[in-house]
């Protein structure tokens, strides 16, 4: 069974552009979250999606939004691009019910903001 | 998502037994334990989990105490692959509990 895939891996943009970054999850997972990670902060969660319905969100500006398709790949979007906002995205998809069962993470995809 | 205390750091090593600890003392009756470690370069990846008894896997092992208030996973021989950070996660198991709260984790060297 194939992992979580992200596209593209490596990233750079300037200030202010917008970015998206793209996330298919293993076959037969409806729940995709994304998280980034960066030296100072650590990992910290975005949001997740499940069944095209944002179920949880965490505390990023309104600049970072997701959406999440009938076949559960999902994006995500930052714009007006901060140079804080370099980091590692991760996303990790989950069955169904991610408080009980593992979440399967993806290689990242590394954003480089100039 | 109630909080958890690991050590920044620990060292072990190879083929030897190696004991993470995790704290956990405002745990709740409904929190499970799970653990997930990162490799250099890679993506978190899911390790173990439990509830209130001790688990085993083909990873680890993952030892809960009796008040739950702390937990401790077993690697039972290490090997360089085993070289990562150990993040210890309490999740809720209610309706819209659906992220990972990671802390600092505990950074494991394995030395040959």
């Known amino acids: 069974k194939a992992g979580v895939t992200q596209t593209p891996r490596y990233l750079i943009k300037t200030r202010g552009q917008q970015v998206t970054l793209s996330c298919s999850p293993i076959s037969g997972h409806r729940s995709v979250s994304w998280y980034q990670q960066t030296p100072g902060q650590g990992l910290q969660f975005l949001f997740e999606?499940?069944?095209?319905?944002?179920?949880n969100k965490g505390n990023f500006p309104g600049r970072f939004s997701g959406r999440q398709f009938s076949n559960s790949r999902s994006e995500m979007n930052v714009s007006t691009l901060e140079l804080g906002d370099s980091a590692l995205y991760l996303c990790?998809?989950?069955?169904?019910?991610?408080?009980?069962?593992?979440?399967?993470f993806g290689p990242g995809t590394r954003l480089t903001v100039l | 998502d109630a909080k958890t205390t690991q050590p920044n750091s620990m060292e072990s090593n190879e083929e030897e037994p190696v004991h993470l600890p995790c704290n956990h003392s405002?745990?709740?009756?409904?929190?499970?334990i799970h653990w997930y470690r990162q490799l250099p370069s890679q993506g978190p990846e899911y390790v173990i989990h439990?509830?209130?008894s001790n688990v085993n896997n083909r990873m680890a092992s993952l030892a809960i105490a009796e008040d739950r208030k702390s937990s401790t996973l077993i690697l039972h021989r290490a090997t360089l692959r085993d070289a990562a950070v150990y993040y210890c996660?309490?999740?809720?198991?209610?309706?819209?509990?659906?992220?990972?709260?990671f802390g600092k984790g505990t950074k494991l060297s394995v030395i040959p």
């Open positions: 990790a998809s989950s069955l169904e019910v991610a408080g009980r069962n593992e979440q399967f």
């Open positions: 996660i309490l999740r809720e198991s209610g309706a819209g509990s659906y992220q990972l709260t």
């Open positions: 439990g509830l209130t």
């Open positions: 999606y499940f069944s095209e319905t944002q179920r």
């Open positions: 405002t745990i709740s009756g409904t929190d499970y």
